[in-house]
């Protein structure tokens, strides 16, 4: 488990080089906002979440029981309240979030990239 990485995941990689290469600006791991956003637009008050399907709980009610041991449920599931805890913290603060997983961008790059200029372009847009 000490192998497996919080931060430059191979997913969150990729969405970097592609804004980067749009010329699109960023701060990333932005630790004074609730839950460090891996991607985070501080002026405009926007925050992007690239979770890992595992540690984040992804078809957790449904895997819930397959996990081999009660430590992994109850860490797994702190982790899911702790997300909605620190998502609803920067919603009151007037942030705007986007969550995607991991395996969603890794299995189609170009949907989830989409995904994100549409956020960024709708926001964006709406604060002019």
Same mark, same amino acid.
């Given at each position: 488990?000490?192998?497996?990485r919080?931060?430059?995941? *191979?997913? #969150? ?9 749009? *010329? =699109? @600006?960023?701060? &990333?791991? @932005? /630790? ?12 405009? /008050?926007?925050a ?22 009660? @430590?992994?449920? #109850? /860490?797994? !599931?702190?982790n899911?309240?702790?997300?909605? *805890? /620190? !998502?609803?913290r920067?919603?009151?603060? !007037? ?7 991991e395996? $969603? =961008?890794? &299995? $189609? ?20």
């Open positions: 488990m000490s192998k497996i919080s931060k430059n995941t *191979k997913a #969150e990689l990729i969405v970097f080089r592609e804004l980067r290469k749009r *010329k =699109i @600006y960023f701060q &990333k791991h @932005y /630790k004074k906002a609730a839950g460090s956003p891996d991607i985070a637009f501080p002026r405009k /008050k926007m992007i979440f690239i979770d890992g399907d595992f540690w984040h709980g992804r078809n957790f009610a449904k895997d819930k029981n397959r996990l081999p041991k009660k @430590y992994w449920r #109850e /860490k797994i !599931g702190t899911i309240l702790r997300d909605k *805890k /620190k !998502g609803a920067l919603k009151r603060k !007037g942030w705007k979030i986007l969550r995607l997983w395996s $969603d =961008i890794l &299995k $189609d790059e170009e949907n989830a990239l989409s995904k994100i200029i549409s956020f960024l372009d709708k926001n964006i847009k709406s604060k002019i």
